[in-house]
């Protein structure tokens, strides 16, 4: 199939990579414009942003890109007020931005468990109380709402190695708020989703993962990652593109307030790298 979001806007939040190569934003967004979407990209990372955007544009696809901080709710607001000013309409919220920090209550302080929740749960609340009267109007207007897409992690379904309070209890909840918000704007056919990614092969393993968990060593990480999926690999940026697509799509129109896990089986296995086993 071709075209399946075809005469639609999407926005996403966290549109470059932390690296060379393909993150999850920059993947979805190249799936995206592939389906016909136009698309406004922001990244704290401007460079990121742009150079996704010439990948979009290299591909054929329509994209605006702009800078912007998740974690001021002006820099929300100023990205959404652009993508309206540029496209007149806002279909598709991909909430794509996060990370973790390694660390339990004790080790970790205050400062950093507050980052935390800012990075990867407060920007998605705020992104949605600026979409949503958006995607209301629209209702009103055509009948149509609009999709948001929430990505949390298996972190915030199972402990799956690595002690990651904060991070695991600000994707667990945004599971949870994405389930609340959904329920509340179905009846707006506002569809308010999660993709749960696994364990991915995307450029954070080599610019952030290595150091922290492998002194370094790239290929033991992927080796030891790869060893704990049922699949026997890791996932890839594209995996949680094409769910992303899929959700946004007419295809999911009765699909709402509930998850799609992309873990290759992990989180049903709970299987753990050899030497926590």
Same mark, same amino acid.
Not at 231 to 257: C, H, K
């Given at each position: 199939?071709?075209?399946?979001?075809?005469?639609?806007?999407?926005?996403?939040?966290?549109?470059?990579?932390?690296?060379?190569?393909?993150?999850?934003?920059?993947?979805?967004? $190249?799936?995206?414009?592939?389906?016909?979407?136009?698309?406004?990209?922001?990244?704290?990372?401007?460079?990121?942003?742009?150079?996704?955007?010439?990948?979009?544009?290299?591909?054929?696809?329509?994209?605006?890109?702009?800078?912007?901080?998740?974690?001021?709710?002006?820099?929300?607001?100023?990205?959404?007020?652009?993508?309206?000013?540029?496209?007149?309409?806002?279909?598709?919220?991909?909430? +794509?931005?996060?990370?973790?920090? !390694?660390?339990?209550?004790?080790?970790?302080?205050?400062?950093?468990?507050?980052?935390?929740?800012?990075? +990867?749960?407060?920007?998605?609340?705020?992104?949605?109380?600026?979409?949503?009267?958006?995607?209301?109007?629209?209702?009103?207007?055509?009948?149509?709402?609009?999709?948001?897409? +929430?990505?949390?992690?298996?972190?915030?379904?199972?402990?799956?190695?690595?002690?990651?309070?904060?991070?695991?209890?600000?994707?667990?909840?945004?599971?949870?708020?994405?389930?609340?918000?959904?329920?509340?704007?179905?009846?707006?056919?506002?569809?308010? +989703?999660?993709?749960? !990614?696994?364990?991915?092969?995307?450029?954070?393993?080599?610019?952030?993962?290595?150091?922290?968990?492998?002194?370094?060593?790239?290929?033991?990480?992927?080796?030891?990652?790869?060893?704990?999926?049922?699949?026997?690999?890791?996932?890839?940026?594209?995996?949680?593109?094409?769910?992303?697509?899929?959700?946004?799509?007419?295809?999911?129109?009765? $699909?709402?307030?509930?998850?799609?896990?992309?873990?290759?089986?992990?989180?049903?296995?709970?299987?753990?790298?050899?030497?926590?086993?």
């Amino acid at each position: 199939m071709a075209n399946r979001l075809q005469g639609k806007v999407a926005l996403v939040f966290g549109v470059g990579s932390v690296g060379p190569g393909f993150g999850n934003g920059r993947a979805s967004a $190249i799936q995206f414009a592939r389906e016909g979407a136009q698309l406004y990209g922001t990244d704290i990372d401007a460079a990121a942003a742009e150079e996704t955007a010439r990948l979009v544009r290299d591909d054929g696809g329509e994209i605006t890109v702009s800078t912007a901080d998740i974690t001021r709710e002006a820099d929300i607001a100023a990205a959404v007020q652009a993508c309206l000013a540029a496209y007149g309409r806002i279909d598709i919220l991909l909430n +794509n931005v996060g990370g973790s920090m !390694p660390g339990g209550p004790v080790e970790m302080t205050a400062e950093v468990w507050d980052r935390q929740f800012a990075t +990867n749960i407060d920007y998605v609340f705020l992104a949605c109380k600026h979409v949503i009267p958006v995607m209301e109007r629209q209702f009103a207007e055509t009948g149509n709402g609009g999709s948001i897409i +929430n990505l949390a992690s298996i972190a915030g379904l199972r402990h799956f190695g690595p002690n990651v309070a904060a991070y695991a209890a600000s994707k667990a909840g945004v599971i949870k708020f994405s389930q609340v918000t959904g329920v509340q704007y179905a009846a707006k056919n506002i569809r308010v +989703n999660t993709i749960v !990614p696994g364990l991915m092969n995307t450029p954070l393993v080599e610019s952030r993962l290595a150091v922290r968990r492998a002194d370094g060593d790239v290929e033991a990480l992927k080796r030891q990652r790869d060893a704990q999926v049922p699949m026997g690999r890791m996932g890839e940026a594209w995996d949680v593109a094409n769910a992303a697509v899929f959700l946004a799509s007419e295809e999911a129109r009765y $699909i709402t307030a509930t998850e799609i896990i992309v873990d290759g089986g992990l989180s049903a296995a709970t299987r753990l790298p050899p030497e926590t086993a």
